[in-house]
């Protein structure tokens, strides 16, 4: 067996561009649900706007990326207000269901025949018959130092020149985020929030208007959302309906439990941690299947993407079960809350 | 009304020494003995935060009691499951949300004989010549119940199972003072039907009206006992519970 | 230790200022002046209401918890709402606060009419309310539940929250008032500890002093001594009286008759969601309708 | 006195739940063992069947394009009907079939639908299937109904052409009612869980599927536990061992994972997140179990249609109108009258007061549970039986049970069915209207909507949600 090989392919996972975009989706979701107690369960939904915000500018109308990634994150702006405005104030086990179904209906639609023309339909941009009117992603690989095709890397760690520009700006755009969330939640607007996550009867009492800033809180995680959403179209150079399942929102679940909801590292921490042990363990199980350690129901690609899949789910029952407080959270805030 | 001044000769509920809380750490019940003699209609009173309810629900197993003894007819019930004390033969009306809106009349009076069902015929006559009332509702939702009536199907359903001891929480909160008095006749007719009742009562003078015997809880601990009607004379009971209002 | 020796120092200071008597000021004093001019009745006119209620009702499903055909608060005085457990206390301060809505009726504020307002609009009025099961926000510090009610900081806007230096100075300023408050209520000792480790008694203190810090004009207090050990209670009952001394209207709900009549300027008695009478608090107690509805028929001779 | 009566009930559930693990492992083993007609081996393609009533044609082109319209491959059918391509990579394909290669007198249902675009994942075959008919003048539509779920098969809508909107309508209402009575059968265990629990039950949708997915193992790979091989067993008794394994595993998530869970006073949210890995975990067990195809079961596969006026409905499909309805008046009736039944409505009521009154409320709780994975076991062979099989059928059916359970009004089991049945129509009719492939979003859009008017429910009553 290989160990070398597999420690390779976990790090590279947990250091690579799609980490990152896990990682903002993440900071996103932690300011729904961590520091303000949203039950967002449609957080890719804000992910596939973004994404298709940008990609219909560029691919479909053939605009520039400098106008696709506000028309992206100002997609997400609009979805926050039409699910927010009249979903806040509905109990939270309705407001979670909203968001997931919400998040459902545009993938449906994107995804849809009739929507074709614009979204790419089934096949997604760059749409497959006539081309977009302009590659996805160019403008962005455009900027890029690396050459497209050179591997970088150290010793064994290696991306091609595009991996790592896109790994670079993504966790550029994260180390952003992460900042920009810090310095919120440790304003006056933060305790704000995060008094509404304990008890919004008391912050209402005190006489804030508790809808306008959940709606804020929603707007802000939403548009980190949207901002993974658009890397994840830059670094692929397409955008899929199939990239935006429901069960992308409950990986960031996973990863912002894993790291500790409402700290300010967790969703960065988790985001590797996910990546790396759910790459390594696929990577674990492939050498294991190719040396005939595995029972035969478990060979094959399938099955093994399967079983690591599954061991994601084991592991977010595990971990909400025993510490939902995250790895690195804190036992006795958990108590309290 | 039996009023006996001598401890009664057969014990049929007691509690000794209970101490109880809900949170770890905070006991609200610090030491508290009751006793209810067999046929006996004891009443419990004290300031707001006394401790009383908890007392009860302590008695039957809602609140973990963490030091003492209960005791039904001398046999060890500390911390026993409620269904287990049901079936033992205590009965358990709770003060708030105490029928189950969604089913009807009939249906929370069924849920009340939930282990023995054979005898349903029988009880559910009995209980409609206790509270006559209940008869003409019997297909109404418990929901749609007033208060009072509520309070009768509670007591209904709590008699059910034929109980040898009844526990009451309260059973005239949020009452108007007609019901009240409809309430209280109710459960002196019960226990004249030869159930032992232990209740906690706010309304301290109604209930030493009614009751053989009480106890005036303060802070978590008995302060006074004594047959009710003494009690309601007594110059210290007046001072620590009915207090300035009395004296009007 | 440190905790332990902090608890120890707040427990004397309460034991100390609760062997103060508790000497009605002038305000005091001015407040129940004026209502011994009024008459004692259900729903009567008073001289300079602060609060008014006209034709409240709120039912849930086919009962009826409150039916409220008028009432007033007197401004500056300490009015307290008695009556029997369910008889609609903690559904009228749902009501009054914005929490609930009635299914008819108007109130107004100081003039303004209240229907239809949301629950922070009236709070910013100045009518700001406690909870009855204390509510502090667990996972923030004592001090940030303090400075949570602060009024009108810029850095609460989103904008300018990302822009330090635009509310440093305002945060100082409340943090003072904060501090000041905390030191009042013998809270200092815990500003930086989580609220969630306070005992339930200083619970209640935070309670009160954060509602404190939203300057009220007039401030609904639910069941401010309930669970509270009798040491702490009377330096609850100072600082009330205190309010009402620096010129705050007091509504209060409370169960302890002792308390009221030590500390309440008016009474209002509610029976099934009515006011079924009200007047100073010595006349109330006589009232033969209260003692029906509170402790219950005493016998036919005595009501008579 | 009550905990003698738990104890054997305990390890019943318990053995029954060990029995489901059993037989899942053993009849995995035989998956594996056996040559599989619907997983091919584990590479990425496409391929599929092409067959008219029943009937495989042999010797029909399909061509498979990329992305930028370069042929991939190029096959006829063998004598099966069955065709592969394999595919290079992941990624969208068109896939587009000879029309001109079909025997005589056999067309496409719809002519749109010549050319298929679909998206191959990974290590996996995308089954692709063309809807076929005798055109023998009648245009007498569909053989079979299709009331699919928007699982993004490539069995979109057979769109009748050339039929008035009043018959257009008319059909849909029929399989509008197919569909809801089969979401309604699968909601009520949700429903009873949330009420009695207040849990929001994730992982139910595998429940369904893992009903389908064992009652399509006994019914074409027959009973196999260890070196014990049996026979085929008829789907309608197949069915019948898939509903008591969901009981059995309904009964085991119970005593295995919630209950616990409960006695440590695990919050809500908590409760909702673990299910939604439990969820995740089951989804991917059922696909390595199963794989990722969408066969059916071996019996009531294709039946000509009755026609009643304008609307064709074959005997099966009518059948499972008939299962539902006799299931969920029973359920009705049990619930209504029946000691338990009432039990179970007192403990979602009040548990506490349920407790107090003598009901052993675990006990309840866990027959809520084995008359829940029960009903969503069966609930899964009726979509499968009118459908098709797949491990992931659940989980599309998921956000529709949630519909009906929401707008029947939380934890109401009645509601539950009206609100499902109503989900199924909306889901249908919707159809006549907009793109086939769009009804699940019609139906979500009638959820949201109804969360926004009326939160408590079609049926609810305003103090339920307060």
């Not at chain 3, 055909?69 to 301060?93: C, M, W």
């Not at chain 3, 009054?96 to 209240?114: I, K, Y």
């Not at chain 4, 629990?197 to 997915?213: C, D, M, P, S």
């Amino acid at each position: 067996m290989d160990l070398g090989a597999i420690v390779q392919n976990a790090l590279r996972a947990g250091v690579g561009p799609d980490a990152a975009v896990f990682a903002l989706a993440a900071i996103g979701l932690n300011v729904h649900f961590g520091y303000t107690g949203l039950r967002n369960f449609g957080q890719v939904g804000f992910m596939l706007v973004g994404a298709y915000g940008l990609g219909v500018c560029v691919d479909t109308l053939g605009w520039s990326m400098w106008v696709g990634i506000p028309i992206g994150l100002l997609a997400a702006v609009v979805l926050a207000f039409a699910l927010g405005a009249p979903t806040l104030r509905l109990r939270m086990d309705y407001f979670a269901i909203v968001t997931i179904a919400s998040a459902e209906i545009l993938r449906f639609v994107a995804r849809s025949t009739p929507a074709t023309d614009v979204t790419g339909g089934p096949f997604g941009l760059p749409k497959p018959r006539s081309g977009g009117k302009r590659p996805l992603a160019s403008e962005f690989f455009a900027l890029s130092p690396f050459e497209p095709g050179r591997r970088y890397g150290i010793g064994q760690l290696q991306f091609s020149g595009n991996a790592l520009w896109s790994l670079l700006v993504g966790w550029t755009l994260v180390a952003l985020c992460t900042v920009l969330v810090a310095t919120l939640v440790r304003s006056p607007w933060g305790r704000v929030v995060k008094s509404i996550r304990e008890d919004e009867d008391v912050v209402r009492s005190l006489g804030k208007n508790v809808f306008a800033f959940k709606m804020q809180a929603l707007v802000l995680g939403g548009m980190i959302g949207a901002l993974g959403g658009i890397m994840l179209a830059l670094a692929n150079s397409s955008v899929g309906a199939n990239s935006f399942q429901p069960q992308v929102t409950f990986f960031a679940y996973t990863i912002l439990i894993l790291g500790g909801a409402a700290t300010r590292l967790g969703p960065v921490v988790g985001a590797f941690l996910f990546q790396l042990v759910f790459a390594g363990s696929q990577s674990l199980l492939s050498q294991l299947g190719a040396e005939g350690h595995l029972p035969a129901l478990l060979r094959g690609d399938e099955a093994q993407g399967a079983l690591a899949l599954g061991l994601v789910g084991v592991g977010l029952m595990t971990l909400m079960a025993f510490r939902p407080e995250g790895i690195f959270g804190s036992k006795q805030e958990m108590v309290l809350g | 009304m039996t009023a006996p001044d001598d401890e009664p000769a057969e014990v049929a509920l007691s509690a000794a020494d209970v101490v109880a809380g809900y949170l770890p750490g905070v006991d609200i019940v610090n030491g508290c003995s009751v006793e209810v003699g067999v046929g006996e209609l004891v009443g419990i009173i004290g300031p707001n935060g006394a401790g009383k309810s908890t007392l009860v629900k302590a008695i039957f197993g809602l609140v973990p009691v963490r030091r003492g003894r209960v005791e039904l007819r001398g046999r060890d019930i500390t911390n026993q499951a409620a269904d287990q004390l049901v079936a033992a033969g205590v009965g358990y009306v709770p003060q708030n949300n105490n029928v189950f809106p969604s089913l009807t009349v009939a249906e929370n009076l069924e849920m009340g004989l939930y282990l023995r069902t054979r005898a349903l015929a029988e009880r559910t006559a009995f209980v409609g010549e206790l509270f006559p009332v209940l008869g003409a509702r019997r297909t109404q939702r418990a929901g749609s119940l007033s208060g009072g009536e509520r309070q009768m199907v509670a007591m209904g359903r709590a008699l059910m199972m034929d109980p040898t001891v009844l526990l009451l929480d309260e059973p005239s909160a949020g009452l108007s003072p007609r019901f009240q008095s409809e309430v209280f006749s109710r459960v002196r007719s019960v226990n004249d039907a030869g159930v032992s009742i232990l209740m906690v009562e706010q309304n301290a003078r109604r209930c030493l009206q009614v009751c053989d015997r009480a106890y005036v809880l303060d802070q978590g601990r008995n302060a006074y006992t004594g047959p009710g009607r003494s009690l309601l004379d007594d110059p210290k009971v007046v001072e620590l519970y009915l207090g300035t209002l009395a004296q009007a | 230790m440190a905790d332990a020796d902090a608890d120890l120092v707040a427990e004397r200071a309460a034991l100390a200022e609760a062997e103060r008597t508790i000497a009605p000021g002038s305000a005091a004093r001015a407040a129940r002046d004026v209502l011994a001019e009024v008459e004692p009745e259900p729903g009567v006119a008073k001289p300079d209401p602060i609060l008014v209620v006209e034709g409240m009702r709120r039912s849930f499903g086919g009962l009826t918890a409150v039916d409220v055909d008028h009432l007033e608060v007197q401004r500056g005085a300490i009015t307290a709402l008695i009556g029997p457990n369910g008889a609609g206390k903690s559904t009228l301060f749902n009501l009054l606060t914005g929490f609930d809505r009635p299914d008819h009726g108007n109130w107004s504020f100081d003039g303004r009419p209240l229907v239809g307002l949301r629950t922070h609009q009236i709070a910013r009025l100045g009518l700001v309310r406690s909870f009855q099961l204390t509510k502090a926000l667990a996972r923030l510090t004592v001090l940030d539940n303090m400075k949570l009610a602060g009024q009108d900081q810029a850095g609460e806007r989103l904008l300018p929250a990302l822009a330090r230096p635009r509310w440093r100075a305002q945060e100082a300023a409340i943090e003072g008032r904060a501090d000041a408050l905390l030191e009042r209520f013998q809270l200092s000792a815990m500003r930086s500890q989580l609220a969630g480790t306070l005992s339930g008694g200083q619970r209640k203190l935070l309670d009160m002093a954060r509602a404190l810090m939203t300057e009220p004009r007039l401030v609904c207090l639910d069941e401010p001594m309930a669970g509270v050990n009798p040491a702490l209670t009377q330096s609850l009952l100072h600082h009330v009286t205190g309010l009402r001394d620096d010129g705050t209207t007091v509504l209060f709900v409370e169960h302890d008759i002792d308390v009221v009549m030590e500390i309440s300027d008016w009474v209002v008695v509610l029976g099934e969601g009515r006011v079924i009478a009200e007047g100073p608090p010595h006349t109330v107690a006589k009232d033969p309708q209260v003692i029906e509805a509170y402790l219950g028929v005493a016998d036919e001779e005595n009501v008579g | 006195m009550s905990r003698r009566v738990r104890r054997p009930f305990d390890r019943a559930a318990l053995a029954a739940a060990g029995l489901v693990v059993a037989v899942v492992l053993c009849s995995a083993g035989v998956a594996d063992a056996q040559e599989t007609t619907t997983t091919a081996p584990a590479a990425t393609a496409v391929g599929g069947t092409v067959k008219v009533e029943g009937k495989a044609l042999e010797g029909v082109r399909i061509v498979v394009t990329d992305t930028a319209n370069r042929t991939v491959g190029e096959v006829r059918t063998d004598s099966e009907g069955v065709w592969t391509v394999p595919v290079p990579r992941a990624g969208a394909y068109r896939i587009t079939l000879d029309t001109k290669t079909l025997p005589a007198g056999v067309r496409l249902r719809d002519p749109d639908r010549r050319r298929l675009e679909v998206q191959v994942q990974g290590g996996r075959t995308r089954f692709v299937l063309f809807g076929l008919t005798r055109g023998d003048g009648g245009g007498d539509g569909s053989g079979t109904s299709v009331p699919g779920t928007g699982a993004g098969s490539g069995t979109g809508g057979a769109r009748a052409g050339g039929l008035s909107l009043g018959d257009r309508l008319a059909r849909a209402a029929v399989n509008g009612l197919l569909f809801g009575l089969i979401i309604a059968v699968t909601a009520i265990g949700l429903s009873l869980i949330f009420g009695t629990t207040g849990l929001v039950n994730f992982a139910h949708g595998e429940l369904v599927a893992f009903g389908a997915v064992a009652a399509w193992f006994l019914n074409v790979r027959g009973l196999h536990i260890g070196p014990l091989a049996g026979p085929r067993l008829q789907l309608v008794l197949a069915a019948l061992v898939a509903v008591a394994l969901g009981g059995a595993l309904g009964a085991g998530l119970d005593r295995g994972i919630w209950r616990p869970l409960r006695r440590r006073r695990t919050g809500r949210f908590q409760m909702m997140v673990i299910s939604i890995g439990l969820s995740i975990a089951a989804r991917q067990g059922l696909l390595i179990w199963f794989g990722s195809g969408s066969p059916k079961y071996r019996d009531y596969g294709l039946q000509r249609a009755w026609r009643f006026g304008p609307v064709a409905i074959t005997p099966r499909d009518l059948a499972v109108i008939a299962i539902s309805v006799v299931v969920l008046v029973g359920v009705a009736v049990m619930l209504r009258s029946t000691r338990l039944g009432k039990a179970m409505r007192a403990v979602a009521d009040n548990p506490d007061l349920a407790s107090s009154s003598g009901i052993n409320v675990p006990r309840v709780i866990l027959l809520v549970w084995v008359l829940g994975g029960a009903l969503a076991a069966g609930g899964g062979v009726l979509q499968g039986s009118a459908t098709s099989v797949n491990y992931l059928m659940g989980f599309n059916l998921l956000l529709l049970m949630f519909a009906g359970v929401i707008l029947g009004g939380l934890g109401t089991a009645y509601g539950a069915m009206a609100g499902s049945i109503v989900v199924g129509l909306a889901t249908e009719l919707s159809a006549v209207f907009i793109k086939p492939e769009l009804k699940t979003v019609a139906a979500l859009a009638v959820l949201i909507g109804v969360l926004l008017v009326r939160p408590q429910g079609l049926l609810g009553s305003r103090e339920r949600v307060a």
